[in-house]
């Protein structure tokens, strides 16, 4: 069965202290992995695709990439404002169809000054 | 450039009764999904419209219904609501179909079942 699982569940950084956030992934034919940041009563907020393992994206303080098992979130120096639920979701291809987005359950990041 | 615009906001129903959330797509997007968001969980895939028809459905009963208007606009219809039915609900477009292009959300509809 299709998953995808994110660790940790949790996470408090002080500010400017960098960590990572992780995402494994067990799909059938991947077509894109997606990353989104979700701040409270809204919704995700695209920030990355990628497609191919060995494939990195940057962004100000973070910076994705991809093997063919998981996918890391590096936030390097956080800020306060940083602070949000960060989701992994993968696309893949189903007899055809690649319509669904299949997700993990979030790493909530607290960034404290 | 308005993004994707979901109504209402919030909204509170009683069990057993019915309940439409509306979708308007991002400007240019044809294409729209709705995801189911419970409390602490990441978003779950009900169905995707395409061309006035659902395309792709994910593990959800009949109770779930949906629609799409030639102006690419959507409803999500729940009947028999359950208490369990409590969550964010979520609109996503994108243009195109079977194209890997990243989904834009909106801000979704807390739907509270009491």
């Known amino acids: 069965e299709d998953q995808v699982t994110q660790s940790p569940e949790a996470l408090r950084l002080q500010e400017g202290e960098s960590s990572s956030l992780n995402c494994s992934y067990t799909?059938?034919?991947?077509?894109?992995l997606f990353w989104y940041r979700q701040d409270p009563g809204k919704g995700p907020e695209f920030l990355f695709t990628?497609?191919?393992a060995g494939e990195e994206k940057e962004k100000e303080r973070l910076k994705a990439t991809l093997t063919k098992k998981e996918s890391f979130l590096h936030i390097t120096a956080p800020k306060p404002e940083d602070s949000a639920t960060y989701l992994c979701a993968v696309q893949a291809n189903y007899g055809g169809a690649t319509n669904k987005l299949i997700f993990g359950t979030g790493t909530l990041l607290a960034v404290q000054p | 450039d308005a993004g994707v615009t979901q109504s209402p906001t919030h909204l509170i129903k009683t069990r057993g009764q019915q309940v439409t959330l509306r979708c308007s797509p991002k400007s240019g997007h044809d294409t729209v999904s709705w995801y189911q968001q419970a409390l602490g969980q990441g978003p779950q895939f009900i169905f995707q419209?395409?061309?006035?028809?659902?395309?792709q459905r994910g593990n959800f009963p009949d109770r779930f219904s949906g629609h799409q208007f030639p102006n690419y606009s959507s409803e999500l219809n729940v009947n028999a609501l359950l208490l369990g039915d409590s969550a964010l609900y979520l609109c996503?477009?994108?243009?195109?179909?079977?194209?890997?292009?990243?989904?834009?959300f909106g801000s979704g509809t807390r739907l509270t079942v009491v």
């Open positions: 419209y395409y061309e006035e028809e659902e395309r």
């Open positions: 996503a477009s994108r243009r195109g179909r079977q194209a890997v292009w990243s989904y834009t």
């Open positions: 990628l497609y191919s």
């Open positions: 799909v059938s034919g991947l077509r894109g």
